[in-house]
């Protein structure tokens, strides 16, 4: 079968770049002939152009400050360039993308590629909060002839107005079968009348093993917490030099753009494949982050988790871990930091959890094949 699938992949972050690969992989694997789409629309491009401002933002209101954003801009740009390499040759390499790159829903109306099967989904395709959730291009509207699915498709904003709950109505009734990656995500289809099922992120679809072979080469120095934090967390932080204090750790740091002053070792050049690599061979996990906390339940790996406070995504984090059974390692609080600090993890339990999902997810799989 032919079949391409559609997600926002190429925006440098971890997650997204191996969700994408994961759902690609695991279909090839059944023998298809999968594709993902390369849809690469202004509002997810712009903002890695050092000389766009958002128009919203202070540094637009004066031209002095709009030209001293820029230059500072272009300067932080050129320390994460190492960083930006790696994370292009893999998603431009190991993912099979369509040979026209998309740039407008128009386009992909004109001339949308060919398939049987269209997939929408895994990440926040349809979170209303960003840009992707409006666009019509994420329901698959573009799509004249083939069957329409989603795949682990989130909303993570759970406060839908009206009228973008008839708009994504009116979308998914075409679709074949709608799987959603929060359970919160079925009260929200059920809200449109449209049938869903919970269904596993598509990072839990590939074994360990293959994880493992994609990972960049890393020599482990000594026991480590490996910290991701995408708001620079004053409660992380502290929870993370206490939790290492106590257990012997020294604290790395994965960095988006300016390294953690108070870690031990930054890594501020780390890829898709380092970013594996990192999370595998630490000893504990520190984070706000979706896709580096499912690794690190894939990779058995205790896992604290924070809220994040610039966007209201905190449903997947909430939805994932209460399905794990691990609600325990969400921490709101500093009244919190005791409870965890000993926490054991039963990973049989977890496993058990994790194999139940994976054949319920797969079986979504099989049935549109």
Known sequence: ?????????????????????????????????????????GYLTRKYD??????????????ATRCAYRVMKFLQRQTTMGRKRKFDEFNHKALAETPRRYRTYGELCQDPPEADLYIVGSDQVWNVFYEAGRDPAFYLDFVGRG?????????????????????????????????????????????????????????FLLPVGEWRAMMAPFRKRGPYLLVYDFEGDA????????????????????????????ADRNFSSAGPREFLSLVYNCDAFVSNSFHGTAFSIIFHKPAFVFNRHRHKVNSRMQSLMGLFGLEGCIIGGKAEFARAMDVAVDWAAVDGVMERELRKSKDFIGGLL
């Open 147 to 203: 069957r329409k699915a989603s795949y682990a498709a989130s909303f993570s904003y759970l406060d839908i107005d009206g009228a973008n709950l008839r708009r994504i109505a009116r979308s998914l009734s075409t679709f074949a079968a709608v799987s959603v990656r929060e359970s919160q995500g079925l009260d929200i289809l059920g809200k449109m009348g449209i049938k869903g099922t919970w269904v596993l992120d598509p990072v």
């Open 1 to 41: 079968m032919k079949i391409k699938t559609l997600t926002t992949y190429d925006v440098y972050n971890y997650g997204a770049s191996l969700q994408a690969y994961a759902l690609m992989r695991y279909l090839q694997g059944l023998g298809h002939d999968v594709e993902v789409i390369n849809y690469q629309p």
């Open 50 to 63: 050092y000389r766009w401002v958002n128009p919203e933002s202070r540094m637009s209101r004066h031209a």
């Open 235 to 262: 409660l992380l932080k502290d929870f993370a030099r206490e939790y290492a204090g106590r257990h012997g750790l020294r604290v790395y740091s994965i960095n988006d753009t300016y390294p953690r002053l108070w």
